[in-house]
């Protein structure tokens, strides 16, 4: 029978990297040009909602659990001018997932208990925020899949 400590790492990690595979999937037909296209002018391109989850995730559980260091720019993630290439921005993002792959599989079962206290967060442990980003990459994929349908549709 596995611990408590195992089968929280061991369901995180299934959920973060099927949600990962699922932007990949997403991603996949979309061409750089349709990658930093917003269809609505009220949204994000899927390039910025990429840029936002690398930077969240880098963010919250790389510096905040991981210790990486990492220093977040919130507002360039939405603005950024230069529009890197998709392989490039999913370089990061696979980056950012494999760090928190790591992250998952290195907290002891007291570490997940650990207050956490970081700007924005809204978790009081460890735990919470890791499962809280979990939540809020899903979130993202939801808007991606509809950015997808949009981007298809108008081709």
Not at 22 to 38: G, I, N, R, Y
Not at 60 to 82: C, H, K, M, N, W
Request: aromatic share 10%; net charge negative; hydrophobic share 40%.
């Amino acid at each position: 029978m596995a611990d408590l400590k195992e089968t929280i790492a061991s369901s995180l990690t299934a959920r973060y990297k099927k949600l990962g595979g699922m932007v990949h999937e997403l991603a996949a037909p979309l061409s750089d040009e349709q990658f930093w296209a917003k269809p609505f002018a009220f949204g994000n391109s899927f390039g910025n909602l990429l840029l936002h989850l690398t930077g969240n995730l880098n963010y919250y559980i790389g510096a905040q659990i991981a210790g990486t260091g990492y220093v977040r720019d919130r507002p360039l993630e939405f603005s950024e001018a230069t529009r890197p290439s998709k392989a490039e921005v999913f370089k990061k993002f696979d980056e950012a997932i494999e760090m928190v792959l790591g992250a998952i599989n290195s907290q002891s079962p007291e570490d997940w208990s650990k207050e956490y206290t970081a700007v924005g967060a809204d978790a009081h442990d460890r735990f919470g925020m890791v499962l809280s980003c979990a939540t809020h990459l899903h979130h993202h994929v939801g808007q991606m899949m509809y950015l997808g349908f949009e981007l298809k549709r108008k081709v």
